[in-house]
């Protein structure tokens, strides 16, 4: 059997608790359509040697925080409390 011609495509994403992969940004395929998925980690994966910007857009794509986009939970505005400046 011949196998077909492959392209390829790198995008980054996150594997959750469940051991689920989250991509950060939508596939530009359409579908529906088998692929061949290859993982690349470090070899020491750990959650630890992740940036801020990891773990903020990892935290923004999360399902878990779709509560946040609630208007009711929106509680506080900027005249409430006082400014925080840090002096460090």
């Known amino acids: 059997m011949k196998e077909a011609a492959s392209k390829a495509l790198e995008v980054m994403g996150t594997i959750d608790e469940q051991h689920q ?3 950060d940004a939508p596939l530009p395929l359409s579908g529906p359509s088998r692929v061949r ?4 980690f470090p070899e020491e994966a750990d959650v630890a040697d ?3 910007k990891e773990w903020l857009r990892a935290a923004g794509q999360n399902p878990a ?5 609630d208007s009711s939970e929106d509680r506080y505005t900027l ?4 400014p ?5």
């Open 21 to 23: 992969l989250h991509l």
């Open 37 to 40: 998925v290859i993982i690349v």
């Open 50 to 52: 992740m940036d801020e």
């Open 65 to 69: 925080f779709d509560f946040l986009k």
């Open 79 to 82: 005249r409430d409390g006082k």
């Open 84 to 88: 925080f400046r840090d002096q460090g």
